[in-house]
């Protein structure tokens, strides 16, 4: 298994979700403060989500390139 990861994974680089989880959100939100409202912290979620997406895409270009 571990020589099978090491060739599927280069060095430097982690498996992760595609999609954040609510478990990498509370992980993120640790010791931050929450939005005030629900309205605000959809808003934040929504913008978390968007930026997460778009490290996961600048990532795998850097695999792909």
């Known amino acids: 298994w571990q020589a099978a990861k090491a060739q ?3 060095e430097g680089f982690a498996v992760v ?3 954040i989880t609510s478990k990498q959100i509370e992980a993120y939100m ?3 403060v929450f939005p005030a409202s ?3 912290h959809r808003k934040f ?3 978390l989500s968007k930026d997460y997406k778009a ?3 600048a990532a795998q270009e850097q695999i792909n390139d």
């Open 38 to 40: 629900i309205s605000e």
């Open 17 to 19: 979700p595609i999609e």
């Open 8 to 10: 599927a994974v280069p």
């Open 30 to 32: 640790k010791g931050k």
């Open 55 to 57: 490290m996961i895409e």
């Open 45 to 47: 979620v929504d913008r």
